[in-house]
């Protein structure tokens, strides 16, 4: 059911994911994006502990579930890596709006192995993706053309999206099988196990030199822990499909974050692809 606090939690998603991306993108200079991911996810687990008892403990999962759980941590810390990495050598206002590829990647996953038809709809808004990202891609300054895709930005971008796109279904499975603030805990914990293994195989250091670190840390982590609440949020009351599809309206912010704190260029062609590609995610996620 949606009601008003839905519509405040859907607020909150669109604005706290670009702006988490705005300070990650900052402080990617100083430190490696494994181990912000790892201090991050530490930050959430941290404040996560009083609420073990009443969420966690009183309550007996099956193996599956935490099969869930330790997919979705896994899927989620190592999407996360790719995405601070892409960002801290990429545009905001580029990369932002690629996101809109995540519906294109659901639907081919559902043909692959649901095979599920896709509808002239689906069709449209595959056409319009691919036409809003031109607009986006063709402010680059070889302008539009398939190598772009070879960058490592935009290769870490998709890797990204693939990732966290995959496990937003899991975490619907997982407040199906608990609740919202459950999920929200195991994901912070799981997320710092994942993390904190992707951290050490990459022998990445953990030592933090600036004292200013810690201020960056806790906003990022108060930015992630509203983001991915919010999300659990809507996706308890909403289908997952209208709710990814609302999620992309954070595109928008994040092509205007680009210009007035990176002062990106050729917002208007960009936010003129953010719009044709959110259209086009919508009719996908919802046909």
């Known amino acids: 059911m949606i009601n008003l606090y839905t519509i405040f939690f859907l607020i909150v998603r669109i604005l706290s994911n670009p702006a988490a991306n705005v300070l990650q993108k900052k402080f990617s200079s100083n430190l490696s994006s494994s181990v912000i991911n790892f201090y991050t996810y530490f930050v959430l687990s941290v404040f996560c502990i009083p609420f073990l008892n009443r969420?966690?403990?009183?309550?007996?999962?099956?193996?599956?579930?935490?099969?869930?759980?330790?997919?979705?941590?896994?899927?989620?810390?190592?999407?996360?890596?790719?995405?601070?990495?892409?960002?801290?050598?990429?545009?905001?206002?580029?990369?932002g709006p690629i996101n809109s590829y995540k519906s294109i990647v659901g639907l081919i996953i559902a043909w692959l192995f649901l095979k599920e038809t896709p509808s002239l709809s689906g069709l449209i808004g595959i056409i319009l993706i691919i036409a809003g990202s031109r607009f986006i891609f063709?402010?680059?300054?070889?302008?539009?053309?398939?190598?772009?895709?070879?960058?490592?930005?935009?290769?870490?971008?998709?890797?990204?999206?693939?990732l966290t796109g995959t496990e937003a279904v899991l975490l619907?499975?997982?407040?199906?099988?608990?609740?919202?603030?459950?999920?929200?805990?195991?994901?912070?914990?799981?997320?710092?196990?994942?993390?904190?293994?992707?951290?050490?195989i990459l022998q990445k250091s953990f030592v933090i030199k600036e004292n200013k670190t810690f201020i960056y840390i806790l906003l990022i982590a108060?930015?992630?822990?509203?983001?991915?609440?919010?999300?659990?949020?809507?996706?308890?009351?909403?289908?997952?499909?209208?709710?990814?599809?609302?999620?992309?309206?954070?595109?928008?912010?994040?092509?205007?974050?680009?210009?007035?704190?990176?002062?990106?260029?050729?917002?208007?062609?960009?936010?003129?692809?953010?719009?044709?590609?959110?259209?086009?995610?919508?009719?996908?996620?919802?046909?």
């Open 172 to 200: 619907k499975k997982i407040i199906l099988l608990s609740s919202v603030e459950a999920c929200f805990i195991l994901w912070c914990l799981s997320g710092l196990l994942w993390s904190f293994i992707i951290a050490a």
């Open 55 to 95: 969420y966690i403990i009183n309550y007996s999962f099956g193996l599956m579930f935490w099969l869930y759980v330790l997919a979705a941590g896994f899927l989620c810390a190592l999407g996360t890596v790719c995405m601070i990495k892409a960002i801290n050598i990429g545009e905001l206002s580029v990369l």
């Open 222 to 287: 108060l930015c992630l822990g509203l983001m991915q609440f919010s999300t659990n949020y809507v996706f308890e009351r909403m289908h997952v499909g209208f709710a990814l599809a609302l999620f992309q309206l954070s595109s928008i912010v994040t092509v205007l974050f680009g210009k007035a704190i990176f002062h990106e260029t050729n917002i208007r062609k960009k936010l003129t692809g953010s719009v044709i590609m959110i259209m086009g995610s919508c009719l996908i996620l919802m046909h």
């Open 138 to 162: 063709e402010t680059a300054s070889s302008g539009f053309s398939f190598s772009l895709f070879k960058r490592p930005d935009i290769k870490l971008r998709f890797a990204a999206l693939i």
